[in-house]
């Protein structure tokens, strides 16, 4: 922002792929004039939204055993706006990835399990195809390899699978600066507090006061700290889990293998997949461990921390229902163990077998400088551990959002969520037609309408 102009009409906290995506929206498909965007690093997606801190999944819902149909079809119409944008804006080979994926099923328990599943998502998803055990040799031959139990898969060989979520928040800024709309970057930047002066918001920073009509806090971790601040969300309370990874010493996978969802367990399961920041390397993980810290590589904020932990009554009793369950209970323990330096692989080398059963643990390494911090959100009045995402829309003009995954690949899905209700409130219209010509399939699900738009 140059010196002198301190008005803009749309503030977005947070340049991660939130952030971006939001940006991205505003300024290609409404008629708003200006947004001003802060982020306190020197550059976008830094953290979680890193191509190192998370996973790289275009989650679909196809492969996910944790969805159930309708977070499914929720998720798939959304993701399938970034799927849309990377091959509408050529960014294929680039940003977005085909690499083939699937859901192994071990075991006859899974297998029928799976056989299930796929007879209910096929209406939604009717590409995917079964692949029995000498399908998938042609497909994967390691993950038949040394196996003693039987297998079944279920996956696609031809979709975009596999998403640089960094590369996209650097592209959908540069890109926002190619249209009508005065983007204002401010990175570096850091936003110490919101509060309302007029009818307005006055965004303070530790580079001086900016006035906003509204307001977008797509800030990770430190979005229901804001919303806190401002007397919103105390309904809600945070967890924060980490999730590492491990490395196979070489390239073993050229698919996306997801693990079964064991149901009672509240985080994804364990999966393998080739990485595109180590040249396609087999990376393992995520694990899942809560995490005395809000930004992971980064430095702890114990008062942020406590303040967003909100350890009352109703908050340690969902952590007491989480820990009465043997199955949560062993799970927390397996995981604390993933994490412990030197001999973690001894003990995570058990959740690869199931994906690749020749593996030792010598086999693989802790992948150091990898892995992110999912904000999980507490419901407190419901006492429930919440495992998607959360906005707290207070319908005065600014928005909280917290994005746990799979927030990164409904990222254009939220920010048309956002941009439909920044619009209504400042009356400008919104592009709806250009956004369905650009970024909904004609085949898929189309996010803007919740149903096919044929
Ligand atoms: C281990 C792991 C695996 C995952 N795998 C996947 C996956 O495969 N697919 C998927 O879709 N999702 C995945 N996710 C989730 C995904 O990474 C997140 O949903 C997504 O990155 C969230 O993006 P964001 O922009 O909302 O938040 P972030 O990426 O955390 O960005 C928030 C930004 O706000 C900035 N900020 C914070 N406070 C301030 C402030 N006061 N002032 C200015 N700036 C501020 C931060 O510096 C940061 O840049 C995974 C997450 C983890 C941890």
């Not at 073993?252 to 999966?271: C, R």
């Not at 150091?368 to 419901?379: A, K, T, V």
């Not at 551990?385 to 906005?391: D, N, T």
Request: aromatic fraction near 10%; hydrophobic fraction near 40%; charge should be negative.
């Amino acid at each position: 922002m140059t010196e002198g102009s301190y008005y803009t009409q749309v503030t977005i906290i947070g340049g991660g792929i939130s952030g971006a995506a939001l940006l991205f929206m505003l300024s290609r498909y409404t008629q708003i004039d200006s947004v001003t965007l802060f982020e306190k690093y020197n550059k976008p997606a830094t953290l979680n939204s890193s191509a190192k801190a998370n996973s790289q999944t275009l989650h679909i819902g196809d492969i996910e055993t944790n969805y159930d149909f309708e977070k499914a079809k929720k998720v798939s119409a959304s993701s399938s706006m970034v799927a849309n944008f990377i091959t509408h804006f050529n960014y294929e080979g680039t940003i977005g990835f085909r690499k083939p994926k699937m859901v192994l099923a071990v075991g006859e328990e899974e297998i029928a399990k799976l056989k299930a599943r796929y007879e209910t998502f096929k209406t939604l998803f009717p590409y995917l195809e079964l692949w029995e055990e000498e399908v998938l040799e042609s497909i994967e031959p390691i993950l038949t390899k040394g196996r003693k139990e039987p297998i079944l898969a279920m996956g696609a060989k031809d979709k975009i699978s596999t998403v640089d979520f960094g590369k996209l928040s650097q592209t959908f800024i540069d890109l926002s600066q190619k249209e009508h709309c005065t983007v204002n970057l401010n990175f570096s930047t850091e936003v110490t507090q919101i509060t309302k002066k007029w009818d307005k918001f006055l965004i303070h920073t530790d580079k001086g006061e900016y006035l906003s009509d509204v307001v977008v806090v797509d800030a990770g971790v430190h979005s229901l700290l804001l919303a806190h601040e401002m007397g919103y969300g105390e309904e809600y309370a945070m967890l924060p889990i980490g999730g590492s990874f491990y490395f196979a010493k070489t390239q073993l996978l050229n698919a996306k293998v997801y693990t079964m969802q064991n149901p009672k367990l509240p985080f994804a399961a364990v999966h393998g997949d080739p990485d595109l920041t180590a040249d396609w390397r087999t990376r393992f993980g995520p694990t899942a461990f809560a995490m005395m810290t809000l930004e992971r590589y980064h430095h702890m904020e114990i008062l942020n921390l406590f303040d967003l932990l909100s350890l009352d009554g109703s908050v340690l009793g969902v952590y007491y229902d989480l820990m009465k369950d043997e199955d949560i209970r062993a799970y927390i323990m397996r995981n604390f163990a993933h994490e412990l330096p030197g001999i973690g692989n001894e003990f995570f080398i058990k959740e690869v077998r199931k994906l690749i059963p020749s593996l030792n643990s010598d086999d693989i390494e802790y992948a150091e400088g990898y892995g992110g911090m999912r904000p999980q959100i507490i419901d407190k009045k419901a006492k429930k551990l919440l495992l998607g995402e959360a906005k707290i829309d207070t319908g005065k003009g600014i928005i909280f959002n917290m994005t746990p995954s799979p927030g990164a690949s409904s990222c254009l899905g939220n920010a048309f969520e956002d941009a439909k209700i920044l619009c209504d409130f400042l009356e400008v219209d919104l592009l709806k037609r250009k956004i369905k010509k650009e970024l909904c399939d004609e085949k898929e699900y189309c996010y803007i309408n919740r149903q096919p738009h044929r």
